[in-house]
Nanobody, 124 residues
Framework: QVQLVESGGGSVQPGGSLRLSCAAS????????MGWFRQAPGRVREIVAA??????YYADSAKGRFTLSRDNARKTIYLQMNSLKPEDTAVYYC???????????????????WGQGTQVTVSS
C-alpha cells in the first residue's frame, strides 16, 4: 500500500518562505507523477504544482514563487514556497498518480493516493 507522508507546514508572515516535503513509501513501480494540491476554507481543492519524469507543471498562482523538485532515490518531492501571501493560506495535500504521463496530467486526472494534509498559514 502506497503511503504519502507530508511535513513542513506552519505559520509564516507575508513575504516569508516555507518548504514542504512529501515522502512516498510502498512504491513498487518507477513511473508516477507527484504533486501538491491545496484547499482553503470554503473553496475547492486546487492543484499547485506537479512533477513527473516528463517535466514540471505550475499553476499560475505558483509560477515565479514556488519551486517543485524531486529526489527519485528517496521517492520524495519538495515544494519550496517563497514570497508567501495571505491567499496562500490553505491545507496542502500531497498526491501521487501512477503511470507515465506529463506533469500537467495531474490537473485533470484524479490521483491514486493522497497525503493527510499539512496546514500553511500566512498571516501578519
Amino acid at each position: 500500500q502506497v503511503q504519502l507522508v507530508e511535513s513542513g507546514g506552519g505559520s509564516v508572515q507575508p513575504g516569508g518562505s516555507l518548504r514542504l516535503s512529501c515522502a512516498a513509501s510502498g512504491l513498487t513501480l518507477s513511473n508516477y507523477a507527484m504533486g501538491w494540491f491545496r484547499q482553503a476554507p470554503g473553496r475547492v481543492r486546487e492543484i499547485v504544482a506537479a512533477i513527473s519524469v516528463a517535466g514540471t507543471y505550475y499553476a499560475d498562482s505558483a509560477k515565479g514563487r514556488f519551486t517543485l523538485s524531486r529526489d527519485n532515490a528517496r521517492k520524495t518531492i519538495y515544494l519550496q514556497m517563497n514570497s508567501l501571501k495571505p491567499e496562500d493560506t490553505a491545507v496542502y495535500y500531497c498526491a501521487l498518480k501512477m503511470g507515465l504521463m506529463p506533469a500537467q496530467a495531474m490537473v485533470t486526472l484524479p490521483p491514486n493516493y493522497w497525503g493527510q494534509g499539512t496546514q500553511v498559514t500566512v498571516s501578519s
